[in-house]
Nanobody
């Protein structure tokens, strides 16, 4: 098991910034790929970003490229999502996920463990 706990969500005005954190415990955190997904009401869970076990490789959905930055600190067992220039369409519940195989995947079914989610609301 890799329990994941997200934090950092909240309400922000359009153009503002938030930083999400995801703390992992249990098995070796540095051995897994970490990803962020989001789900708006009535919609499917969508890929946002992923980062390799070393942090050297990252992958972003086109909708957030240039605005969001994923990073990880393996010493702290934590992955981050810095979100800048937020837009109302970024409003969603954001989920942290862990994948126990190599490969930065967009398909949420390829991730083994999930956090409980944190709400991000961007007002216009």
């Amino acid at each position: 098991q890799v329990p994941l706990v997200e934090s950092g969500g909240g309400l922000v005005q359009a153009g503002g910034s938030l930083r999400l954190s995801c703390a992992a415990s249990g098995r070796t955190f540095s051995s897994v790929v970490m990803g962020w997904f989001r789900q708006a009401p009535g919609k499917e869970r969508d890929f946002v970003s992923a980062i390799s076990w070393s942090g050297a490789s990252t992958y972003y959905d086109d909708s957030v490229k240039g605005r969001f930055t994923i990073s990880r600190d393996n010493a702290k067992n934590t992955v981050y999502l810095q979100m800048n220039s937020l837009k109302p369409e970024d409003t969603a519940v954001y989920y942290c996920a862990a994948r126990t195989r190599y490969g930065l995947e967009k398909n949420p079914r390829l991730y083994n463990y999930w956090g409980q989610g944190t709400q991000v609301t961007v007002s216009s």
